[in-house]
Every structure is written in structure tokens, then in C-alpha cells.
């Protein structure tokens, strides 16, 4: 803007035509008219020129600015599908998740169930241990058993073969 301000400042500052028109010495009213209506020409072409520039300027902003509301546009559409993306994602794992109270109910039951379970096989247990030891001490019994039966199995072979012997022997004699 200096630049503009010391160009004007130069373009006034200009000599009167009248002063460069040989037969024409001092300022009249016909040389300032002109002096002024060259000036004021010239400071029309200046604003002109300033007038399309400054337009052309605006245009070129206002493309710009079309170009990075696109951009802007164009990223802030890309950020958003992420962000649907992962509130479908949201909503699909929620529509699959189990409610917690759902969940406490069948904990409870299946925590029932594994107590039942438990009782019962506890109960079982403790019957086969009994039969288990009946088996046992009846099994005992009978080991204990079957040695006095050999044992008297034996006594009474014994005796019967003592008195055979004797049979024999006394009819021989």
C-alpha cells in the first residue's frame, strides 16, 4: 500500500501541462481542468486495475475456499462413516451381548443344578462306600470261613481214610 501511496503522491506531484505547453506559462482555468482530468483518469485506471485485481483475488480465494470446504467436507464424511461404522458395531454387540440380569438368572439355576449334582453324587458315593464295605466284611467273613472248612474238610477225609484203613486192615487179619 506504501507503494500505491507514493505513486499517487508522484502522479500529483506532476507538472501543469500548461507549464510543458510551449505559448501556455501559468495555470488556468483550462490547464488545471485538464492537469485534473488527467489526474483524475489516471486515478480512475488505478482503481480499475485495483477493482480487478482485488476481484481477481477474491475469485481465486473463493476457489480456495470451495476447495478446502470440499476437502473439510470430504473428511469430515470419511471421520463420520468411522464413526457409524463403529456404532453399528456398538449395536450389533449390545443386540448379541447377554443382559446381566438374564445372566444372573442362569448363573443362579446353573449354580442350583451344580449343587444338586454335587448332593447327588455325594449321596452316591457314600452308598457305594457302604456297600463297598459290606462287601469287604463279608468278604472277610468268608476268607476267615473257608479255612475252617478246608480244615475240617480235611479232619473228617482224614478220619473217614483212618477208618477205612482200619476196615481193611482188621479183615485181613
Request: glycine content about 4%; hydrophobic content about 40%; overall charge negative.
Amino acid at each position: 500500500m506504501s507503494n500505491e501511496t507514493e505513486r499517487n503522491d508522484r502522479i500529483l506531484s506532476q507538472e501543469c501541462p500548461a507549464k510543458t505547453t510551449p505559448h501556455v506559462g501559468i495555470w488556468t482555468v483550462d490547464s488545471v481542468k485538464i492537469y485534473f482530468d488527467e489526474k483524475i483518469n489516471l486515478l480512475e485506471e488505478r482503481t480499475k486495475e485495483r477493482f480487478v485485481a482485488a476481484k481477481e483475488n477474491i475469485s481465486i480465494a473463493l476457489g480456495a475456499s470451495r476447495e478446502a470446504i470440499v476437502k473439510a467436507e470430504t473428511a469430515n464424511d470419511k471421520r463420520f462413516e468411522g464413526v457409524n461404522e463403529f456404532r453399528g458395531t456398538l449395536f450389533d454387540q449390545t443386540a448379541t451381548f447377554l443382559p446381566r440380569q438374564e445372566y444372573a438368572v442362569q448363573h443362579q439355576n446353573l449354580v442350583e443344578k451344580i449343587d444338586n449334582l454335587t448332593s447327588a453324587l455325594n449321596e452316591f458315593k457314600a452308598a457305594c462306600d457302604s456297600r463297598i464295605s459290606a462287601v469287604e466284611a463279608e468278604r472277610a467273613g468268608t476268607d476267615k470261613t473257608i479255612p475252617w472248612i478246608i480244615g475240617l474238610a480235611t479232619l473228617v477225609l482224614g478220619a473217614v481214610g483212618l477208618l477205612v484203613a482200619h476196615i481193611f486192615s482188621s479183615d485181613h487179619h
